[in-house]
Every structure is written in C-alpha cells, then in structure tokens.
C-alpha cells in the first residue's frame, strides 16, 4: 500500500534562512509526487508536481528514488510562506495518498 | 468563484442524523473525488467520479457512505446514522482528465460536527 511520511509536525525558521520541509513516501512502482499548500483560511492547492521540474514561489522539489523522497526546499523563507504543507503520492490508482502535513511557521 | 464550491460549509448534527453534502465541480471538469480530513491528519480518499460513473471507492466508506453524481456534474455525499467519528471536514476536488491527469482543484470544505 501507498504512505506517505513527513517526519515533522511543526517547522519554525526566522526570514531569510533556508527551509526544508521533508516528505518520503513507500510504493513499489513509480509513483507521481505533489506538494500542495493551505494558507491560512484558505482551500487545499497544487504547489508542485515532480514531473514538471519547475519551481513555483521559489519553491523546489527533487524526487530522489533511492532514498524515496521527496524533500521541498526554499533558499530563503519569507513569511508568507507560513501555512500547512502535504506531500502526496499517486500510483497504481487515480487516488491522491496525503501525508500528515507539517505546519511551516516563518518567523519575523 | 468559480472554483469548486461546497455546501454547507458547516454543519452539527445529532449522532443518529442523516446528512447530504453536495459539490459543485469547475463546470468543464470530468472527474470529481472526495476526501475526508480528521485534526491533524492528511486528507484521505473517499470515492471518486468519472462523468457521472463512480469508478473507486476506500474502504474508509462504510455502508452508512453513499454519493452519487447523477448527471455528471454535481455531487452529493450523503452519512446515514451519523457517529461521533464521522466529525472531519469533507473535502471535494475536480481536474480534467483526458488519458493524462490535470492538477486537482479543491473546495474549501464542508466541516461536519457529530454531537
């Protein structure tokens, strides 16, 4: 069966630092990869897919299949980057399996 | 908005109760799922739509689960006999497929609390 694991509840950096929220995930085949973000108050959205390689809101994600994961990392944080963060996988069926999230917190 | 709208947004009900939740999808979208999300968990697959055809179902939706897209544009979960543990908000999401996935839309949610 898919899971996804991400290690870290609660994650907490000052501006300007780097971040790296962590995500692994267990499928045999080859899942897709997605991090979607929920601002506060605000619904569930794609922030990136690991077959589009691109970086969105400087934003990055590299699917490492040895080490089955699939960390986001952000240069420099800024403090609208605070919100809740999913790591999904899809494989062998059309459903989304969502990892437990891990709430990102930039502080001034 | 002309996102994926949900409604209610809220809703308490006594344990017994039924409920009905219905989505509304982005109008040219073809596929429609459902999702649940209990504090301090991911969302979780319920069942999902193809047109009008619900192609899978989790073994998290009980007999006391059912939704149906009759038309294949709105949605509607209905809880028979609400239990406590039924309390999560209900998330409903929509993309296109056309033999290559689109990204998923979500609603904001339907919060339901079972007393």
């Known amino acids: 069966a898919q899971r996804v694991t991400q290690p870290e509840k609660l994650l907490s950096v000052f501006k300007g630092a780097p971040v790296e929220l962590k995500c692994n995930y267990s499928?045999?085949?080859?899942?897709?990869l997605f991090w979607y973000v929920q601002y506060s108050r605000q619904r569930l959205q794609l922030l990136l897919r690991?077959?589009s390689r691109e970086s969105i809101k400087g934003f990055t994600a590299d699917l490492n299949k040895g080490e089955t994961s699939f960390h986001l990392k952000k240069p420099f944080a800024q403090e609208e980057d605070s919100a809740m963060y999913y790591c999904?996988?899809?494989?062998?069926?059309?459903?989304?399996?969502f990892g437990k999230g891990t709430k990102l917190t930039v502080n001034p | 908005d002309t996102g994926v709208s949900q409604d209610p947004r809220h809703k308490i009900t006594k344990r017994g109760q039924n409920v009905t939740f219905r989505c509304d999808p982005i109008?040219?979208?073809?596929?429609l799922y459902w999702y649940r999300q209990t504090l301090g968990q991911g969302p979780e697959f319920l069942t999902y739509?193809?047109?009008?055809?619900?192609?899978?179902k989790s073994r998290l939706l009980s007999d006391r689960f059912s939704a149906e897209r009759p038309k294949g544009s709105f949605s509607t979960l209905e809880i028979q006999r609400t239990e406590q543990g039924d309390s999560a908000m209900y998330l409903c999401?929509?993309?296109?497929?056309?033999?290559?996935?689109?990204?998923?839309?979500f609603g904001q949610g339907t919060r339901l609390t079972v007393v």
């Open positions: 999904a996988s899809r494989g062998g069926s059309e459903k989304l399996v």
């Open positions: 499928y045999s085949g080859s899942p897709e």
């Open positions: 690991h077959i």
């Open positions: 109008s040219e979208h073809n596929r």
């Open positions: 739509f193809q047109n009008e055809a619900q192609l899978e």
């Open positions: 999401a929509s993309s296109l497929y056309w033999g290559q996935h689109t990204e998923a839309f």
